[in-house]
């Protein structure tokens, strides 16, 4: 008896239980906490990349600001549609009063000669007339266009940035201003991103403008090697779509998140870090909530997993035990569990099949005996075959021997021609009943496989006709063959061994008239008829026709004419081909032997089809090359040459 093993399976449902429970505690956490950073990260990034875009567009603001009081200047300085000198010196200090960020400026003619000049530091300057037609700030401005010059330190103290606007006129001239920095040098240092976060301004080459270090800006420090000014660098001019944050280590320091924009009339860049711990510190708290509430949850899970492994085994080994009890014969043990579920019915199942089982031992004896008496059967029948076989073997055999011994003691020519027949005879009945009991054992053994193909019928019907009509005129009969044009779908070579067999019995069972071959449409068969004038057989002898060595009593010389394996080779080939075949007879007038092939496609009905004629071949002065492993075969085959 085998031990019990209902504390392995509660441990085992136990573990199952719990690893299945936080298997799924462990994935959903997982994939929460995936989603919470992906959604964290979204935030943090697009924290950042408002922060960068915030203080562009204060800056862009305050430049534009400028640009449009400058371009007042610009257009105010005429006085009855003449440059005044006195008129432009005016608009300057104007501008300068509404511009607090210019500390100086100057008014140029179209010629490029500066006409007035303003300062916050120095005495106003008019009609100095110097040629600043070559200043970058004269020759690069068009016509109603603005032009910003490079940044540049006043005593190492702040930056300024040299701006010049052209009128939309071409006597209209050019004022030339430098700002003061110091605005956008505020939006930066006042910005407040987390703690230690920090922004910063660098412009279309790398160089830093404005820090919250005044000194990294003073040293004109490059920072294009920086991975968040490279990806700033990168980005195309005009491109709209939110740039993606980077985050980084600067020289082995903690790592950073940082985000740009693009002050567009400059085209610098506002730059916004911030230490990755500190950007991400709200994600790491509630990952810290969650894994502290995953850890009770897993708790839980193991309790849980307790429970139902113990709810789960308890009617496992009720079972467990019936049906050891069964198995050990008690086929009358009952399994009772009430559970209300799956494992109830099991135990029903089970009942039931003690049930069945008790029925089936009842029966069981007579069962054998049948099965017993079937095999005897089958041995028996297999018994009469082989016992059948051997006798029609032997008789040929035996008489071929005898020939031979008459042969050796014929007195003339004339016997030993009558015995060479007889002995041709014998050798034939031999081999005809050797070649039918191999092909109903390859037949039975399966080795046959059918290939059905459309074909014709008139080459088949052909190839019978010339194969038997020199049997039926031996016997004074006629074997005719009615034309057709059908077509059929089955194994031609099967099907031409069925008729020939069917045609060999006709003749061989009739000794007047003849046999007819012919086929006729039947609905989506063709009807193949065999016709003869022979003995016929009898309702009681058509259930026997088809089996082996049964020949029907009463033929025209008193005895079998034949093998008695024909029809028992047609009816395996018919199966095989899987035809059905029909007989109709009357004794002493003939019977009819029908077989429904199917029908070909009437494409192919078309068209008459012609047997196909071999040409004679002559053997003469022909070298012949005999192989065989049998002296005597070769004798024979030798002598018969």
């Known amino acids: ?85 006195e008129a432009r010196h005016i608009e300057l200090l104007r501008l300068l009063r ?40 004269f020759a690069a401005v068009r016509e109603g266009r603005t032009w910003f ?35 956008a040098s505020d939006v930066v240092v006042g910005m407040r991103i987390g703690e230690s976060g920090k ?46 944050t980077v985050i980084a280590s ?52 193991g309790m849980a997993s307790l429970f139902l492994a113990r709810r789960m085994t308890t009617p496992i080994r009720a079972l467990q035990h019936g049906v050891r009890r069964i198995g050990d014969g008690h086929l009358n043990e009952r399994v009772e569990i009430h559970t209300g579920d799956e494992l109830e019915a099991l135990a029903d199942q089970f009942n039931r099949m003690a049930q069945k089982l008790r029925e089936s031992y009842a029966g069981l004896e007579q069962k054998v005996a049948q099965r017993t008496h079937e095999l005897e059967e089958a041995n028996r029948a297999k018994a009469r075959f082989l016992a059948a076989a051997s006798h029609d073997l032997r008789q040929p055999v035996h008489a071929l021997g005898l020939f031979v011994a008459q042969l ?23 081999s ?21 193909t459309e074909f014709a019928l008139q080459p088949l019907f052909d190839r019978v006709e010339q194969a038997l009509a020199p049997t039926a005129h031996k016997k004074a009969l006629r074997l005719r063959v009615r034309p057709t044009a059908l077509w059929v779908r089955t194994d031609p070579m099967l099907l031409e061994r069925v008729l020939q067999n069917l045609c060999t019995n006709a003749i061989r069972y009739s000794m007047q008239g003849g046999a007819i071959l012919a086929a006729r449409v039947r609905g989506p068969n063709v009807s193949i008829e065999v016709w003869d004038t022979g003995i016929g057989f009898s309702t009681e002898q058509k259930s026997h026709i088809f089996e082996e060595f049964y020949q029907v009593a009463g033929t025209p010389d008193g005895g079998g004419k034949g093998l008695g394996l024909g029809l028992a080779i047609v009816d395996r080939l018919v199966r095989l081909l899987e035809l059905t075949i029909s007989v109709r007879s009357v004794p002493s007038r003939g019977s009819i032997f029908t077989i ?21 071949v002559r053997f003469e002065a022909l070298p012949v090359l005999l192989i065989d492993d049998d002296a005597v075969a070769r004798d024979a085959i030798e002598g018969l040459l």
């Open 408 to 430: 050796e003691e014929a007195p003339d020519d004339g016997t030993r021609r009558q015995l060479i027949g007889k002995v041709a005879a014998s050798s034939a009945a031999v």
């Open 432 to 452: 005809d009943l050797i070649e039918a009991l191999l092909d109903i054992s390859k037949l039975d053994a399966g080795a046959v496989a059918p290939q059905p």
């Open 199 to 244: 922004a910063y301004v660098v412009d279309a080459r790398g160089g830093l403008i404005v820090h919250p270090d005044p000194g990294m800006a003073l040293r004109m420090t490059n920072l294009a090697d920086v991975p968040a000014v490279r990806a700033a660098l990168a980005q195309r001019a005009g491109t709209s779509a939110p740039q993606p």
């Open 1 to 85: 008896m085998r031990p019990d093993r209902g504390g392995g399976l509660f441990r085992r449902y136990t573990l199952i239980l719990a690893a299945l429970l936080s298997l799924a505690l462990i994935v959903s956490g997982g994939i929460g906490a995936w989603l919470a950073y992906q959604d964290a990260r979204a935030l943090v990034d697009e924290l950042q990349r408002e922060y960068a875009r915030s203080a562009a567009s204060r800056i862009e603001q305050f430049l534009q600001t400028v640009e449009l009081q400058m371009k007042g200047a610009v257009v105010s300085g005429r006085t009855g549609g003449t440059p005044d000198l």
């Open 149 to 183: 010059g490079d940044i540049h330190f006043r005593k190492l103290s702040e930056p300024y940035l040299e701006m010049s606007i052209a009128g939309n006129r071409p006597d209209d001239g050019v004022v030339i201003a430098d700002i003061n920095l110091k605005f």
């Open 596 to 616: 429904a092939a199917p029908r070909a496609t009437a494409a192919r009905q078309s068209g008459s089809v012609q047997s196909p004629l071999l040409a004679p």
């Open 250 to 301: 600067i020289d082995g320091g903690p790592r950073t998140i940082a985000a740009h924009a693009t002050i567009e009339p400059l085209g610098w860049h506002v730059i916004v870090e911030q230490p990755l711990r500190e950007a991400f510190a709200p994600m790491f708290a509630s990952l810290a909530r969650t894994a502290f509430l995953f850890l009770i949850s897993i708790v839980l899970a």
């Open 98 to 137: 509404i511009a607090p960020s210019i500390s100086d400026a100057a008014s140029l003619d179209a010629s490029g000669h500066e006409r007035v000049r303003v300062s916050r530091v120095s005495r106003d300057v008019l009609g100095s007339d110097i040629d600043r037609s070559s200043d970058p700030a």
